[in-house]
């Protein structure tokens, strides 16, 4: 799901809604089985074979993501999880050539885009592993294991299957005239969200579905008109977010809009729906502030604002765990609270490409340089 850093116009293709998506895509890790331990005991380097960036696909591919007190990273035939301490706790060859992979909570849903096996790990181990009908374009998990892949399959846009975490599958939906872009699971295990592009040159915009896996009768829709949304993420109290080609908007969770964050007149850089009642934006610097400055706003889930940091450079990613915010900008990572007001700071020898703070904010995972680095 994303990288664009002018969002300024009105997306009416899906080769445009795709295109936004990569400002949530970052460069992909290849990591060894060996670590080896540099400076005193401040920082971990993990032996790297090269980077690239990611050819667009899935919001997460290639993405470190949090995997309860851990670090899971997706890179050429390897699924690896790590700790703050460098110590390797899985690492699985998976052989996949362009991995995409979903974290919440101790789960971790991997594939490969446009493959067809899925594992689901807990805690590192796998628990399920099934093959799909047709090829993988999109997966998540929830917070206890429930996940759901997206496939092409032949007179279908896009069927999406929703699995227990022991592989069985449990529903099924099918998109046949919009355009699939995204999905989550609720946290009850009860309810999947579903956000397709309607690209009618005359009414664009975006519609949302909400299927109640119990019900035969439980599925609602809506339509958004002139936003496109590219990503959305089901909060805890069952309220959701959809980050969006003109903006970010906050639903309850009957689907009546409870605010929204604007993105008019504004640049954004990155942004981060990934967590509940922590919601980031990175925008290039206001008109009165120094040339190639950025700041970073944090929203709760009324889309009131939390907090607010200016940066005199551009940020180059940002990454939420754990209640906090990582600022990736030039050769620093800066993990800031939700109120705006930095914690802690690192440094790295080379300008940063992609890092995520370890829960707690007193360490990071950071890329680098071409190393992937553990600081603390």
């Given at each position: 799901?994303v990288?664009?850093t002018k969002?300024?116009e009105?997306?009416i293709?899906?080769?445009?809604a795709?295109a936004?998506?990569?400002f949530v895509?970052?460069a992909?890790?290849q990591?060894?089985?060996e670590a080896s331990?540099t400076?005193?005991?401040?920082?971990?380097?993990?032996?790297?074979?090269?980077?690239?960036?990611?050819?667009?696909?899935?919001a997460m591919?290639?993405?470190?993501?949090?995997?309860?007190?851990?670090?899971?990273i997706?890179?050429?035939?390897n699924?690896?999880?790590v700790?703050?301490?460098?110590n390797i706790l899985?690492?699985?060859?998976?052989?996949?050539?362009?991995p995409?992979?979903?974290?919440?909570?101790?789960?971790?849903?991997?594939?490969?885009y446009?493959?067809?096996?899925?594992?689901m790990?807990?805690?590192g181990?796998?628990?399920?592993?099934?093959e799909?009908d047709?090829?993988?374009?999109?997966?998540v998990?929830n917070?206890?294991g429930?996940f759901?892949?997206?496939t092409?399959?032949t007179?279908?846009?896009?069927?999406?299957?929703?699995?227990?975490?022991?592989?069985?599958?449990?529903?099924?939906?099918?998109i046949?005239?919009?355009?699939?872009?995204d999905?989550?699971?609720?946290?009850?295990?009860?309810?999947?969200?579903?956000?397709?592009a309607?690209?009618d040159?005359?009414t664009?915009g975006s519609?949302?579905?909400?299927?109640?896996f119990?019900?035969?009768?439980g599925?609602?829709?809506?339509?958004?008109?002139?936003?496109l949304?590219?990503?959305?993420?089901?909060?805890?109290n069952?309220?959701?977010?959809?980050l969006?080609?003109?903006?970010?908007?906050?639903?309850?969770?009957?689907?009546?809009?409870?605010?929204s964050?604007?993105f008019?007149?504004?640049?954004?850089?990155?942004a981060?729906?990934t967590?509940?009642?922590i919601?980031?934006?990175?925008?290039?610097g206001?008109?009165?502030?120094?040339v190639?400055?950025?700041?970073?706003?944090?929203?709760?889930?009324?889309a009131?604002?939390?907090?607010?940091?200016?940066?005199?450079?551009?940020?180059?990613?940002?990454?939420?765990?754990?209640g906090y915010?990582?600022v990736?900008?030039?050769?620093?990572?800066?993990v800031?609270k939700?109120?705006g007001?930095?914690?802690?700071?690192?440094e790295?020898t080379?300008p940063?490409?992609?890092?995520i703070?370890?829960?707690?904010?007193s360490s990071?995972?950071?890329f680098?340089?071409?190393?992937?680095?553990?600081?603390?």
């Open positions: 799901m990288k664009n969002i300024k009105l997306i293709t899906v080769a445009l795709i936004l998506l990569f895509v970052i992909i890790f990591i060894y089985e331990i400076g005193e005991g401040e920082r971990i380097v993990l032996g790297v074979s090269g980077a690239s960036n990611s050819p667009l696909g899935s591919k290639g993405k470190p993501s949090a995997v309860g007190e851990h670090v899971a997706v890179s050429g035939g699924f690896t999880i700790d703050k301490n460098a899985t690492e699985s060859n998976f052989m996949l050539s362009d995409i992979m979903h974290t919440r909570g101790k789960y971790c849903v991997v594939g490969d446009r493959g067809r096996t899925v594992r790990y807990k805690e181990e796998v628990i399920s592993e099934i799909c047709g090829r993988v374009v999109s997966l998990t917070a206890n429930f759901a892949v997206a092409e399959e007179g279908y846009n896009a069927v999406i299957t929703v699995y227990h975490k022991n592989g069985e599958a449990i529903y099924r939906y099918r046949s005239k919009n355009t699939f872009i999905m989550d699971i609720s946290a009850n295990n009860r309810t999947l969200i579903v956000i397709e309607n690209v040159l005359t664009p519609n949302v579905v909400m299927a109640e119990n019900r035969e009768d599925q609602s829709e809506f339509f958004v008109e002139s936003n949304y590219v990503n959305v993420h089901f909060n805890k069952g309220s959701f977010v959809c969006g080609s003109n903006g970010a908007d906050f639903y309850r969770s009957d689907g009546a809009k409870a605010g964050v604007s008019a007149g504004r640049s954004l850089h990155h981060d729906i967590e509940d009642d919601f980031c934006f990175a925008f290039e206001s008109e009165d502030a120094p190639g400055s950025s700041v970073l706003e944090i929203y709760d889930k009324n009131q604002l939390r907090g607010k940091t200016a940066f005199t450079d551009k940020i180059e990613h940002i990454s939420v765990n754990g915010v990582g990736a900008h030039g050769k620093v990572f800066d800031v939700p109120n007001k930095i914690k802690k700071s690192f790295a080379s940063i490409k992609s890092a703070p370890f829960k707690g904010g990071a995972l950071i680098a340089g071409g190393n992937t680095t553990i600081m603390r």
